[in-house]
Nanobody, 119 residues
Protein backbone atom coordinates (compact mmCIF):
# COMPACT_ATOMS: atom_id res chain seq x y z
CA UNK A 1 0.00 0.00 0.00
CA UNK A 2 1.06 3.58 -0.62
CA UNK A 3 0.43 6.43 1.80
CA UNK A 4 0.67 10.14 1.09
CA UNK A 5 0.87 12.48 4.07
CA UNK A 6 0.50 16.24 3.75
CA UNK A 7 1.73 18.76 6.28
CA UNK A 8 2.27 22.47 6.64
CA UNK A 9 -1.27 23.74 6.58
CA UNK A 10 -2.54 26.30 9.04
CA UNK A 11 -4.00 29.74 9.56
CA UNK A 12 -2.39 32.71 7.86
CA UNK A 13 -3.36 36.29 7.16
CA UNK A 14 -4.03 37.47 3.64
CA UNK A 15 -0.78 38.28 1.89
CA UNK A 16 1.11 35.72 3.91
CA UNK A 17 2.85 32.51 2.89
CA UNK A 18 2.72 28.83 3.68
CA UNK A 19 4.70 25.85 2.47
CA UNK A 20 2.95 22.52 2.16
CA UNK A 21 4.82 19.25 2.09
CA UNK A 22 3.75 15.80 0.95
CA UNK A 23 5.69 12.62 1.55
CA UNK A 24 4.90 9.23 0.09
CA UNK A 25 5.65 6.01 1.90
CA UNK A 26 4.90 2.36 1.58
CA UNK A 27 5.71 -0.04 -1.19
CA UNK A 28 7.82 1.25 -4.06
CA UNK A 29 5.88 2.60 -7.00
CA UNK A 30 6.60 4.33 -10.24
CA UNK A 31 5.50 7.93 -10.46
CA UNK A 32 4.86 9.93 -13.60
CA UNK A 33 3.76 13.05 -11.74
CA UNK A 34 2.63 14.43 -8.41
CA UNK A 35 0.13 17.16 -7.93
CA UNK A 36 -1.74 19.37 -5.53
CA UNK A 37 -5.48 19.84 -5.45
CA UNK A 38 -7.80 21.71 -3.13
CA UNK A 39 -11.43 21.65 -2.11
CA UNK A 40 -13.22 24.54 -0.50
CA UNK A 41 -16.50 24.08 1.41
CA UNK A 42 -19.39 23.59 -0.96
CA UNK A 43 -17.13 23.44 -4.00
CA UNK A 44 -15.70 20.69 -6.13
CA UNK A 45 -12.10 19.63 -5.84
CA UNK A 46 -9.90 21.61 -8.20
CA UNK A 47 -6.47 21.12 -9.66
CA UNK A 48 -3.80 23.51 -8.37
CA UNK A 49 -0.40 22.41 -9.59
CA UNK A 50 1.54 19.40 -10.82
CA UNK A 51 5.09 18.40 -11.49
CA UNK A 52 5.91 15.83 -14.14
CA UNK A 53 9.16 14.23 -13.11
CA UNK A 54 10.59 13.76 -16.57
CA UNK A 55 12.01 17.17 -17.38
CA UNK A 56 10.58 18.59 -14.15
CA UNK A 57 7.73 20.14 -16.09
CA UNK A 58 5.28 22.09 -13.96
CA UNK A 59 1.67 23.10 -14.54
CA UNK A 60 -0.51 25.50 -12.59
CA UNK A 61 -4.10 26.54 -12.41
CA UNK A 62 -4.62 30.11 -13.57
CA UNK A 63 -5.90 31.05 -10.12
CA UNK A 64 -2.52 30.38 -8.50
CA UNK A 65 -0.08 31.04 -11.32
CA UNK A 66 2.62 33.46 -10.20
CA UNK A 67 1.81 32.95 -6.52
CA UNK A 68 2.30 29.22 -5.94
CA UNK A 69 5.34 27.12 -6.79
CA UNK A 70 5.47 23.34 -6.89
CA UNK A 71 8.73 21.48 -6.41
CA UNK A 72 9.82 18.08 -5.31
CA UNK A 73 12.20 15.16 -5.36
CA UNK A 74 11.10 12.02 -7.15
CA UNK A 75 13.81 9.92 -5.54
CA UNK A 76 12.55 10.94 -2.12
CA UNK A 77 8.93 10.81 -3.26
CA UNK A 78 8.23 14.21 -1.82
CA UNK A 79 6.52 17.24 -3.26
CA UNK A 80 6.14 20.76 -1.94
CA UNK A 81 3.84 23.67 -2.60
CA UNK A 82 5.12 27.12 -1.76
CA UNK A 83 2.17 29.46 -1.48
CA UNK A 84 2.78 33.20 -1.46
CA UNK A 85 0.47 36.20 -1.52
CA UNK A 86 -2.31 34.10 -0.09
CA UNK A 87 -5.89 35.27 -0.46
CA UNK A 88 -9.01 34.38 1.53
CA UNK A 89 -10.29 32.50 -1.52
CA UNK A 90 -7.32 30.14 -1.19
CA UNK A 91 -8.94 28.75 1.95
CA UNK A 92 -9.51 25.03 1.39
CA UNK A 93 -8.34 21.56 2.24
CA UNK A 94 -5.26 20.87 0.16
CA UNK A 95 -4.52 17.36 -1.09
CA UNK A 96 -1.50 15.88 -2.74
CA UNK A 97 -1.78 13.02 -5.17
CA UNK A 98 0.43 10.90 -7.32
CA UNK A 99 -0.12 9.81 -10.86
CA UNK A 100 1.76 6.66 -11.62
CA UNK A 101 1.39 6.63 -15.38
CA UNK A 102 0.80 9.27 -18.03
CA UNK A 103 -2.17 7.34 -19.38
CA UNK A 104 -3.92 7.12 -16.02
CA UNK A 105 -5.41 9.68 -13.69
CA UNK A 106 -4.15 10.45 -10.18
CA UNK A 107 -4.59 7.29 -8.17
CA UNK A 108 -3.07 7.75 -4.71
CA UNK A 109 -4.29 10.59 -2.52
CA UNK A 110 -3.38 12.04 0.84
CA UNK A 111 -5.83 12.87 3.59
CA UNK A 112 -5.48 16.62 3.13
CA UNK A 113 -4.29 19.56 5.17
CA UNK A 114 -6.40 22.60 6.00
CA UNK A 115 -5.29 26.03 4.84
CA UNK A 116 -7.22 29.00 6.16
CA UNK A 117 -6.49 32.53 4.99
CA UNK A 118 -8.02 35.31 7.05
CA UNK A 119 -8.82 38.71 5.60
Amino acid sequence: QVQLVESGGGLVQAGGSLRLSCAASGRPFSSYAMGWFRQAPGKEREFIAAIIWIGATTNYADSVKGRFTISGDNAKRTVYLQMNSLKPEDTAVYYCATRRYSYRDYDYWGQGTQVTVSS
